[in-house]
C-alpha cells in the first residue's frame, strides 16, 4: 500500500513540475499545451511542438553530416595578388617530326646491315618502335623489337636522335630581353619524344638535379635572394613586354619519323613542377603563323586550419603528405602517369619510351592498337568508378596547393620580309617566303591580367560555426536558447529535489 501511494506521489509531483515547466520556460508553444483548456487546443499545441522538435532535428542531422563529409570549403580570397607572386608557366614546344632524318636512316642501316652488333641492333629497333615503322607489323617482330630495345638507354638515344634545342628555336626574348635560347630552354623527354622546355623547375624529367631552388607551390618564393637567377623564373607585370618570345624553325626538309596527323608544332603549357605531357594535351601552333598566347590564372591554396581532416575529407594532399616513386613533385598529373606507369608495367610487361622505372623494355604507345592505348583507357575507365581510393582509382587527390595556366591564343599570318627584319640576316637572311611559311612560327607568351584572386580552402565550420548554427536552428524552429537547457536542469533537479 505505502508503495503504491509513493508511486502516486511521484507521478503527482512530475505531473506538476512538467506543468510548471510548460508554463514558465521560453521555450516556444509548450505553455499552450498546459494552459488550453480543451483536449483538441492541446493535442493541436503538441503535434505543432513535436512536427517543430523533428524539423530542427533533421536539419540539425543534415548540417553534422554535411560537416562530417566535407568539411572544407573553396572561396575567393578578399584581396588580389599580383602575377609576380607566381612563376611565369612553363612552356613545351615538341617538333611533329621527332627524328633529324640523316641520324634515323644511320640508325636503321647500321641496325639491319649483316654485320650489325648488339647495341647497333637494339638501336635500330628502338627507332622501329619509337617511330611505329612498317617494321612493325606482327606480334613476333614486335615481341623482338621489344626485347632489343630493352638493351639500351632510351633516354639518351631519344635525345641523340632528336632536334636539337638550338635548331628548333632560331630567337628567344624574355620580358623585351634578347636571350640565348640555351640559357632559356633545356631538352626534356616527353610522351611526343625528346622536345623543348622552359621554366620547367630542375628536378623535373631528369634523374639527379644538382641545381637548388627555394620554391614551391605551398610556400611560394620565400625571400627574394636573387631576382634575376630565381628558379622557376616569373615576371613583373602582364603584356607583350614582360612576356617570352620565342621564334620556332621546323626543319621539314631535315626531319622524319611523324608522331602527329597535322604539319605542326606541338605546345604543352604547365605548371613548371608538372611533368609535360603532350599526346593527349596541348595545342598546335600552325607554321607561318604569329600566335599571341595570353594566360589567365586560377591558383588554389590551402588554408592551415585544413590539415587537421584526412586528405579524403578535404579531397587534397600536402606536399609532406604523398610522395611520387618516380616524380619530384607531387600533383594530380604526375600522379596519374606514375599510376599509369605501375599499371602498364603490371599488363604489358613493357613501357613507353617516357615513363619511369627505366631498364625494361619499351613498347609503341601512339597506335590504337598499342598496349599502352588500352590500358590508359581501362585506367581512365575505371577513374570514373567510385572506390575507396578516390575518384580516379588510383588515389590521385589534387594537391592542396596547385597552379592552374589558363591559355587563350589568337593567331595570324606571318610575314617573311618583317622577320627578316626583326631577327636579322644572321639568323633568318637565307630563308625565302617559302620556306618562312613552311617551317617557321612566332610565339608570344604573356600574362594578360597583372593581378590574380585566389582561391583559399578553408575549414567549412569551425567549432563555433558549427554550434552557431545548430543553435541557430533551435531558436528557429522552436526559440531554444543556452537559458532553455538551464531551465530544464532547473525544474528537473532543483525544484524536483526540494520538493521531494
Known amino acids: 500500500m505505502n508503495d503504491e501511494t509513493n508511486k502516486g506521489d511521484l507521478l503527482s509531483l512530475g ?99 649483316e654485320t650489325a652488333t648488339e647495341s647497333e641492333k637494339a638501336k635500330a629497333a628502338t627507332a622501329n618502335l619509337l617511330c611505329e615503322t612498317s617494321d612493325v607489323h606482327d606480334d613476333e617482330t614486335f615481341l623482338e623489337l621489344e626485347m632489343l630495345s630493352g638493351k639500351i638507354d632510351i633516354i639518351q638515344f631519344v635525345s641523340d636522335m632528336a632536334q636539337n634545342c638550338s635548331s628548333l628555336l632560331l630567337y628567344c626574348e624574355l620580358a623585351e630581353i634578347e636571350m640565348e635560347c640555351e640559357e632559356l630552354f633545356r631538352p626534356v623527354l616527353t610522351d611526343l619524344g625528346s622536345c623543348c622546355s622552359f621554366n620547367l623547375l630542375p628536378d623535373v624529367g631528369v634523374k639527379d638535379n644538382k641545381v637548388p631552388y627555394k620554391w614551391s607551390a605551398e610556400k611560394g618564393y620565400g625571400t627574394a635572394d636573387d631576382i634575376e637567377n630565381e628558379i622557376p623564373r616569373r615576371v613583373q607585370a602582364s603584356g607583350t613586354q614582360y612576356g617570352l618570345k620565342v621564334l620556332l624553325d621546323m626543319q621539314s626538309n631535315l626531319m622524319t619519323c611523324p608522331v602527329m596527323s597535322s604539319m605542326a ?43 587537421k581532416f584526412s586528405s ?79 575518384a580516379n582509382g588510383c588515389g590521385c587527390l589534387p594537391a592542396c596547393a596547385e597552379i592552374k595556366y589558363e591559355p587563350h591564343t589568337t593567331t595570324a599570318p606571318l610575314s617573311a620580309a618583317h622577320v627578316v627584319d626583326i631577327y636579322g640576316h644572321e639568323k633568318v637572311g637565307g630563308f625565302d617566303e617559302d620556306y618562312v611559311q613552311s617551317n617557321l612560327a ?59
Not at 627524328?99 to 642501316?109: I, R, S
Request: aromatic share 12%; with cysteine.
Open 15 to 113: 505531473k506538476e513540475v512538467s506543468t510548471k515547466y510548460c508554463r514558465s520556460t521560453s521555450v516556444h508553444g509548450l505553455k499552450y499545451i498546459s494552459d488550453e483548456p480543451h483536449w483538441p487546443q492541446r493535442l493541436l499545441w503538441f503535434l505543432a511542438c513535436l512536427a517543430s522538435a523533428v524539423l530542427a532535428a533533421f536539419m540539425i542531422a543534415q548540417v553534422i553530416l554535411h560537416f562530417m563529409q566535407s568539411p572544407t570549403l573553396l572561396t575567393y580570397d578578399t584581396s588580389t595578388r599580383p602575377v609576380w607572386d607566381v612563376p611565369f608557366p612553363a612552356l613545351t614546344v615538341c617538333n611533329w617530326q621527332v627524328a633529324v632524318k640523316e641520324k634515323f636512316d644511320a640508325v636503321l642501316a647500321k641496325g639491319h646491315s
Open 265 to 307: 608544332f606541338k605546345v604543352d603549357i604547365r605548371s613548371p613542377a608538372s611533368t609535360p605531357t603532350l599526346v593527349h594535351h596541348g595545342f598546335v601552333i600552325a607554321p607561318g603563323t604569329e600566335t599571341y598566347i595570353s594566360m589567365g590564372l586560377s591558383v588554389t591554396n590551402a588554408d592551415d586550419s585544413v590539415k
Open 442 to 500: 612566332l610565339v608570344n607568351m604573356f600574362f594578360e591580367e597583372d593581378n590574380f584572386v585566389q582561391v583559399k580552402r578553408t575549414e567549412l565550420y569551425g567549432i563555433l560555426a558549427l554550434f552557431s548554427n545548430i543553435g541557430g536552428l533551435l531558436g528557429l524552429c522552436m526559440g531554444v536558447s543556452a537559458i532553455s537547457f538551464i531551465e530544464v536542469i532547473y525544474f528537473c533537479i532543483v525544484k524536483l529535489c526540494f520538493r521531494c
Open 312 to 390: 579524403k575529407e578535404r579531397h587534397c594532399y600536402f606536399e609532406s603528405e604523398k610522395k611520387l616513386s618516380h616524380f619530384a613533385h607531387y600533383n594530380e598529373a604526375n600522379c596519374l602517369e606514375e599510376c599509369l606507369s605501375n599499371y602498364t608495367l603490371a599488363e604489358c610487361k613493357c613501357l613507353p619510351h617516357f615513363a619511369p622505372n627505366r631498364g625494361v623494355s619499351i613498347c609503341p604507345h601512339h597506335s590504337p592498337r598499342s598496349c599502352v592505348t588500352r590500358v590508359r583507357r581501362e585506367l581512365r575507365r575505371r577513374a570514373y568508378d567510385s572506390d575507396s581510393n578516390g
